[in-house]
């Protein structure tokens, strides 16, 4: 059996459990099992493979690992990362896994907020890719990193470890459920979040990777999807220096109900901004 006839097979099965790109995830399954590049794969996958006991058992090993990704388990929980901004991130069933979407409220950060001695609170901030990512290319004095759950804090912990070496300014991990466990004065010149967004009732609705295997904590924005963007509104001020930005994720169709929330609160320079695929991604307010 060659490589290409092997990884046929395995896109077969993918395509019979109508995974979105089955030949795409099963060439990183093959990848990842054999530790080829692309280029190699390339190169050698029309040769027969070797009959040795090695071969085999990665060759079963592939067929499980694509059984398993047919039961619809993220692609990224089963081979533990996930590419964002240019680095690679660990991610498991305890974290949102990065989307490319979230990568434009980082730009817009790096991109008017060139100041780096300002310090930044991320909210929410998961397996650390907002955080992270802020801090590898902006520089800033002061990160932290704010998440209830312990278990993703854990995933940006290890996140931090692998990734951090460079940084030269303070960055900071917390377990808080929103702002509670800050001092009341306690203060940042900049707040990014990508908070839980989506609607109760669409949860159910939405494609089994995410429905069944993300964590429901870091997709459940109550009902109509704004609890979080509320408490952001309200509470959001009382963290930020005077002239400080808040820049959040949102829905493609929440601009108009999360921009009101800020504008009703003070907020000045309130504004919405669009990803590539031409949706609205993140607002900006000021205090």
């Known amino acids: 059996m060659t490589m290409q006839q092997l990884l046929w097979q395995g896109v077969q099965e993918l395509n019979k459990a109508q995974v979105p790109d089955p030949e795409l995830d099963a060439r990183y399954?093959?990848?990842?099992?054999?530790?080829?590049?692309?280029?190699?794969?390339?190169?050698?996958?029309?040769?027969?493979?070797?009959?040795d006991?090695?071969?085999v058992e990665r060759c079963r090993e592939f067929m499980k690992l694509i059984e398993i990704r047919a039961?619809?388990?993220?692609?990224?929980?089963?081979?533990?990362?996930?590419?964002?901004?240019?680095?690679?991130?660990?991610?498991?069933?305890?974290?949102?896994i990065p989307r490319q979407d979230t990568e434009t409220l980082v730009e817009l950060v790096l991109e008017e907020q060139t100041d780096r001695e300002k310090s930044i609170l991320d909210m929410c901030t998961g397996?650390?890719?907002?955080?992270?990512?802020?801090?590898?290319?902006?520089?800033y004095r002061h990160v932290a990193a704010l998440d209830v759950s312990a278990k993703a804090l854990k995933v940006a912990e290890q996140n931090r470890d692998r990734l951090l070496g460079g940084y030269q300014g303070v960055f900071e991990l917390i377990r808080s459920d929103m702002f509670c466990a800050l001092e009341p004065d306690r203060t940042f010149d900049i707040i990014v979040s990508n908070p839980p967004y989506i609607p109760s009732?669409?949860?159910e609705d939405l494609e089994p990777e995410v429905r069944d295997h993300e964590p429901r904590i870091a997709l459940d924005g109550s009902?109509?999807?704004?609890t979080?963007?509320?408490?952001?509104?309200?509470?959001?001020?009382?963290?930020?220096?005077?002239?400080?930005?808040?820049?959040?994720?949102?829905?493609?169709?929440?601009?108009?109900?999360?921009?009101?929330?800020?504008?009703?609160?003070?907020?000045?320079?309130?504004?919405?901004f669009k990803d590539l695929a031409g949706q609205d991604r993140v607002v900006r307010a000021v205090r």
């Open 201 to 203: 009732r669409v949860i």
């Open 127 to 139: 397996s650390g890719c907002i955080a992270l990512s802020l801090a590898l290319m902006g520089g």
């Open 228 to 272: 979080f963007y509320r408490i952001l509104a309200e509470e959001g001020q009382n963290h930020l220096t005077k002239g400080g930005s808040i820049y959040m994720e949102i829905g493609y169709d929440q601009s108009e109900a999360v921009e009101g929330l800020f504008v009703s609160r003070g907020y000045r320079d309130v504004r919405t």
């Open 71 to 96: 039961g619809r388990t993220p692609l990224q929980h089963l081979t533990g990362t996930q590419e964002f901004m240019g680095f690679e991130f660990l991610v498991n069933q305890h974290v949102l």
């Open 29 to 51: 399954l093959l990848l990842e099992v054999f530790h080829l590049s692309l280029a190699s794969f390339l190169a050698m996958k029309g040769r027969e493979m070797p009959p």
């Open 53 to 55: 006991e090695g071969t």
């Open 223 to 226: 009902a109509d999807g704004l």
